[in-house]
């Protein structure tokens, strides 16, 4: 939790960084296959360093993945319109909410179906 948090707040106080190094972290591999066959990326802000790797080229390859998997032929960007229903497959992309206005409407209903594949 503490990459994701860090992105927002560089500077935490200790409180904060207290709170966020009470959520355990997760390990699981760069690359997972699913049953399919068919090949995901596990990245994103919350990807934190790469398992036997030194810090410094653990970052490099995970800053080089991310600008690999933002290029514009992988992006979808959606313009909200009133009435628009957006479905996504939360393990096989990464997503991000552009910045908004604090007095900007929202709604969002999550719905989380069943029988999920587990990451191996």
Not at 38 to 47: F, V, Y
Not at 56 to 77: I, K, N, Y
């Amino acid at each position: 939790m503490a990459a994701t948090q860090l992105l927002s707040y560089p500077n935490p106080s200790d409180k904060q960084r207290a709170a966020w190094d009470q959520v355990p972290s997760r390990e699981h591999p760069l690359v997972w296959t699913r049953r399919s066959g068919r090949k995901s990326l596990l990245i994103g802000a919350t990807t934190e360093h790469v398992v036997g790797l030194p810090p410094d080229e653990g970052r490099a390859l995970l800053d080089r993945l991310l600008v690999w998997s933002a290029q514009p032929r992988f992006v979808l960007r959606h313009r909200w319109h009133p009435g628009d229903l957006v479905i996504w497959d939360n393990t096989g992309m990464l997503h991000r909410a552009l910045p908004y206005e604090p007095t900007s409407p929202r709604l969002l209903h999550r719905t989380t179906l069943a029988g999920v594949e587990t990451i191996a």
